[in-house]
C-alpha cells in the first residue's frame, strides 16, 4: 500500500463563494487535461500524493499550508465533475464533516448506476469504512478524523469494470490547533493493518521533535499499531481474544488492581506460592498511556470485549472490522499485550518529514527535491495545455514556484 501523512494548521472560517467557483472552474480544466493526457486511473494515484494534492490545491489558488485546502479542494473537484463522472471516469464521495458519512450511500448508488454488482460495492464500502477505523483506532495520534473523501476510476469500455480508488481523509487536533491528513492508495495492497507508510509528509512542528517530545511522556504521545514493529502487538491481540473473554480480563483486572503510584514492583512468596503486585513505575513506563488509562469505569469495553471474544476473529484485521471496537479497545489490548506479555507496540509517528521544516541545507532533514520538482514540472505542463488565458497560466505558475 502507498500511504502518506500530512499536518497542517488547523484552519476556521468559510471559503468565499468567488474564491470556490474559481477552483471548480480551474479544477475542471485541471481534471480533463490530467484524465486526456493520463486516464482516470491516474487521476486517482495522484490523488494518493499528499505532494501532488498539496500542489494541485496551490494551483487552484487555496492556501498552501492551510487545513481548509483539504476539504475544500475536495469540494471543489468533486463539483467541477458533477454530471461528468461517467464520462471522465472518476467518481468523488464524501467530504467534510456529516457528509463523510454518506460515502457508503454514494458507493452504493454508484454501483448500481455503473452495474458494478454487490461484491464489488461491499468491497469499496468495506475498504472505506476500514481506511478510517485504521487512522482513528490503529494511528492513534491525538487527531480526530472530520474529513473522509472515497475517490474511485473505473475502466473504460468494460461494464462493472473497475480501476483503482484513494482515500485523503484528515483529523483535527485541537490542543495544538492543527491538522493531519492521510492518503491510501489501493495499488499494491497486501494488508489493510499492516503500513509500510511510504511518502508520508508533515507541514507545521518536526515529527522528529515530536517523536522525542513523546518518550518523554508529553501529550503528543503517538501509539502506532500500524507499523511494521507493532507485528507481535497485532499478533497478540488477536490471540488474546481467541482464548477467551476470561482469560483476558484477569490481564486488565491486574492492571486495574495494580496501577498506582508506587514506584517499584512487589513480591511475596511463602514456599512454592508467589504473589506479584504489579506497578507501573513512571520512569520505565514514562513513555506509554497507560499511566492516564482508567481501566475501572470502562464498563463498555468489557462489553466490547465480549463481544469480540465470542466472535473469535482470526485476524487482526477482522478484530478491527467488528462494530464498536474502537480507539480503546485496540489501546487496551496493546497496553495488555506489552505491560503483561512483553509485546511492545511502535510509538513512532508514521508522519516521517516536513513541508515547512526541509531546507536546502539539510536542516533539520533534505528536502525531497526529485518528488517536488517532478510534481511541480507535471503541474506546469497541465497548467499550459489548459484553455485557460494567457495571463492566467503565467499567475498560476508563478505560484506554483513561490507557494508562500
Given at each position: 500500500?502507498q500511504r502518506?501523512v500530512?499536518?497542517?494548521?488547523?484552519?476556521y472560517?468559510?471559503?468565499?463563494?468567488?474564491?470556490?467557483?474559481?477552483?471548480?472552474?480551474?479544477?475542471?480544466?485541471?481534471?480533463d487535461?490530467?484524465?486526456?493526457?493520463?486516464g482516470?486511473?491516474?487521476?486517482?494515484?495522484?490523488i494518493?500524493?499528499p505532494v501532488?494534492?498539496?500542489?494541485l490545491?496551490?494551483?487552484?489558488?487555496?492556501d498552501?499550508?492551510?487545513?481548509g485546502?483539504?476539504?475544500?479542494l475536495?469540494?471543489?473537484?468533486?463539483e467541477?465533475?458533477?454530471?461528468?463522472?461517467?464520462?471522465?471516469?472518476i467518481?468523488i464521495?464524501?467530504?467534510?464533516?456529516?457528509?463523510?458519512?454518506?460515502?457508503?450511500?454514494?458507493?452504493?448508488?454508484?454501483?448500481a448506476?455503473?452495474?458494478?454488482?454487490?461484491?464489488?460495492?461491499?468491497?469499496?464500502i468495506?475498504?472505506s469504512?476500514?481506511s478510517a477505523k485504521?487512522d482513528?483506532?490503529?494511528?492513534?495520534d491525538?487527531?480526530s478524523?472530520?474529513?473522509?473523501?472515497?475517490?474511485?476510476?473505473?475502466?473504460?469500455?468494460?461494464?462493472?469494470s473497475?480501476?483503482s480508488?484513494?482515500v485523503?481523509?484528515q483529523g483535527m487536533?485541537?490542543g495544538?490547533q492543527?491538522a493531519?491528513?492521510?492518503?491510501?492508495?489501493?495499488?499494491?495492497?497486501?494488508?489493510?493493518?499492516?503500513e509500510p507508510?511510504?511518502?508520508?509528509?508533515?507541514?507545521?512542528e518536526?515529527?522528529?521533535?515530536?517523536?522525542?517530545?513523546s518518550?518523554?511522556?508529553?501529550a503528543?504521545?503517538?501509539?502506532?499499531?500500524?507499523?511494521?514493529?507493532?507485528?507481535?502487538?497485532?499478533?497478540?491481540?488477536?490471540?488474546?481474544?481467541?482464548i477467551?473473554?476470561?482469560?483476558?480480563m484477569k490481564?486488565?483486572?491486574?492492571l486495574?488492581r495494580?496501577?498506582?503510584?508506587?514506584?517499584?514492583?512487589?513480591k511475596?512468596?511463602?514456599?512454592p506460592e508467589q504473589l506479584?503486585?504489579?506497578?507501573?513505575?513512571?520512569?520505565?513506563?514514562?513513555?506509554?498511556?497507560?499511566?492516564?488509562?482508567d481501566f475501572?469505569?470502562?464498563?463498555?469495553?468489557e462489553?466490547?470485549?465480549w463481544?469480540?471474544?465470542?466472535?473469535?476473529?482470526?485476524?487482526y484485521?477482522?478484530?478491527?472490522?467488528?462494530?464498536?471496537?474502537?480507539?480503546k479497545?485496540?489501546?487496551?489490548?496493546?497496553?495488555?499485550?506489552?505491560?503483561?506479555?512483553?509485546?511492545?507496540?511502535?510509538?513512532?509517528?508514521?508522519?516521517?518529514?516536513s513541508?515547512?521544516?526541509?531546507?536546502?541545507?539539510?536542516?533539520?532533514?533534505?528536502?525531497?527535491?526529485t518528488?517536488?520538482?517532478?510534481?511541480?514540472?507535471?503541474?506546469?505542463?497541465y497548467?499550459?495545455?489548459?484553455?485557460?488565458?494567457?495571463?492566467?497560466?503565467?499567475?498560476?505558475i508563478?505560484?506554483?514556484?513561490n507557494?508562500e
Amino acid at each position: 500500500m502507498q500511504r502518506g501523512v500530512a499536518t497542517f494548521t488547523l484552519d476556521y472560517g468559510k471559503c468565499p463563494k468567488w474564491l470556490f467557483d474559481r477552483m471548480v472552474a480551474l479544477g475542471r480544466e485541471m481534471v480533463d487535461v490530467i484524465v486526456a493526457e493520463e486516464g482516470p486511473d491516474e487521476f486517482v494515484k495522484r490523488i494518493a500524493d499528499p505532494v501532488w494534492f498539496q500542489s494541485l490545491g496551490t494551483v487552484l489558488a487555496f492556501d498552501w499550508n492551510a487545513s481548509g485546502l483539504t476539504t475544500i479542494l475536495t469540494a471543489a473537484l468533486k463539483e467541477a465533475i458533477r454530471g461528468r463522472e461517467r464520462e471522465l471516469g472518476i467518481f468523488i464521495c464524501g467530504g467534510k464533516g456529516k457528509t463523510s458519512l454518506k460515502v457508503p450511500d454514494e458507493i452504493t448508488n454508484w454501483g448500481a448506476r455503473l452495474g458494478l454488482g454487490e461484491e464489488k460495492t461491499n468491497a469499496l464500502i468495506y475498504n472505506s469504512k476500514m481506511s478510517a477505523k485504521v487512522d482513528s483506532s490503529l494511528v492513534q495520534d491525538n487527531y480526530s478524523i472530520y474529513h473522509h473523501s472515497f475517490f474511485f476510476s473505473r475502466l473504460a469500455g468494460k461494464k462493472g469494470s473497475m480501476g483503482s480508488w484513494a482515500v485523503v481523509q484528515q483529523g483535527m487536533n485541537i490542543g495544538n490547533q492543527t491538522a493531519r491528513r492521510y492518503h491510501w492508495y489501493s495499488e499494491n495492497i497486501k494488508d489493510l493493518v499492516c503500513e509500510p507508510h511510504s511518502g508520508i509528509s508533515q507541514l507545521g512542528e518536526n515529527p522528529a521533535r515530536n517523536a522525542s517530545h513523546s518518550d518523554a511522556g508529553g501529550a503528543d504521545t503517538v501509539l502506532n499499531l500500524v507499523a511494521k514493529e507493532s507485528d507481535k502487538t497485532r499478533q497478540l491481540s488477536t490471540e488474546m481474544v481467541g482464548i477467551g473473554y476470561n482469560t483476558i480480563m484477569k490481564d486488565i483486572q491486574l492492571l486495574r488492581r495494580h496501577s498506582s503510584h508506587l514506584s517499584q514492583m512487589a513480591k511475596f512468596g511463602i514456599g512454592p506460592e508467589q504473589l506479584t503486585l504489579l506497578n507501573l513505575e513512571n520512569t520505565e513506563f514514562d513513555y506509554h498511556p497507560v499511566v492516564n488509562e482508567d481501566f475501572s469505569k470502562s464498563k463498555y469495553l468489557e462489553k466490547i470485549l465480549w463481544k469480540v471474544c465470542d466472535v473469535k476473529p482470526e485476524n487482526y484485521e477482522k478484530l478491527l472490522s467488528l462494530q464498536g471496537v474502537g480507539p480503546k479497545t485496540m489501546r487496551a489490548l496493546a497496553l495488555v499485550g506489552e505491560v503483561i506479555y512483553g509485546a511492545k507496540p511502535s510509538y513512532e509517528d508514521p508522519a516521517r518529514y516536513s513541508f515547512a521544516h526541509g531546507g536546502k541545507d539539510s536542516t533539520p532533514y533534505p528536502v525531497d527535491c526529485t518528488t517536488y520538482d517532478f510534481t511541480i514540472n507535471k503541474m506546469r505542463e497541465y497548467v499550459e495545455k489548459t484553455k485557460l488565458a494567457g495571463s492566467e497560466k503565467r499567475k498560476i505558475i508563478n505560484k506554483l514556484d513561490n507557494p508562500e
